[in-house]
């Protein structure tokens, strides 16, 4: 149990696209998703955090208009990173929580979506 | 504010022999303490956590982990290393400050067996 998946698992896009990212939790409702990006041999950066049917809160330096965060429903999170750079490269890591519950502590996290802005 | 530190970039060990992966931590108030691995080009797996109990947890692979609140650490062992744990491990905590529940993840640390 407790499955997230991310898809796509990488993508290739040109400078100035925008591309979107989907977090789904599989067998379990999420009330929050959380978005990461790591860049090569770091650690994860937590760039904000969504629930379902209200606006994500973005870390400090995180730009909201860049990094576009939707939850729509209890299943689905999508990150859509607008108007891609090369500096927007990096791994993209989403993660679940459950619903309020005693293991409402506990994420579950995705496979990771690998982005290469060309 | 919460935090972790994992005071070693990368540790060696040959395959058989016991590891131990360091960690740290600074909260306020009980700490909830999370060990997750990841392989290359993967997400995170969930390895153990600590919440309350037993100082000793045990969880995935035969990894274990030590909570020791005078010396606020939770250090990751294993008795006995295989190649196939070589990877990338991340201590973390949960931060609650702000109203969210968060983890603040600590800088990882590359293991590497070597057989």
């Known amino acids: 149990g407790a499955v997230v998946s991310q898809h796509p698992s990488w993508v290739i896009c040109k400078s100035g696209t925008s591309v979107k990212i989907e977090c789904r939790s599989l067998d379990f409702q999420a009330t929050t998703m959380f978005w990461y990006r790591q860049f090569p041999k770091q650690s994860l950066m937590l760039m904000a955090t969504s629930n379902e049917g209200s606006k994500a809160t973005y870390e400090q330096g995180v730009e909201k208009d860049k990094f576009l965060i939707n939850h729509a429903s209890l299943t689905l999170s999508t990150l859509t990173v607008t108007s891609a750079h090369p500096e927007d490269s990096s791994f993209y890591i989403c993660?679940?929580?459950?619903?309020?519950?005693?293991?409402?502590?506990?994420?579950?996290f995705g496979p990771g979506t690998r982005l290469t802005v060309t | 504010a919460q935090s972790v530190a994992q005071p070693e970039d990368q540790v060696n060990v040959a395959e058989g022999n016991p590891l131990t992966v360091k960690c740290t931590y600074s909260v306020s108030g009980n700490p909830y303490l999370f060990w997750y691995v990841q392989y290359p080009n993967r997400g995170l797996q969930f390895l153990l956590k600590?919440?309350?109990?037993?100082?000793l947890v045990k969880g995935s692979y035969g990894f274990e982990a030590e909570f020791n609140k005078s010396q606020t650490s939770f250090h990751l062992k294993k008795p006995s290393a295989l190649v196939s744990d070589s990877a990338l491990y991340f201590c973390a905590v949960r931060d609650i400050s702000g109203g969210y529940n968060k983890l603040i993840f600590g800088a990882g640390t590359r293991l590497a067996v070597h057989p």
């Open positions: 993660s679940a929580r459950e619903q309020p519950g005693p293991r409402s502590y506990e994420q579950y």
């Open positions: 600590y919440i309350t109990g037993d100082n």
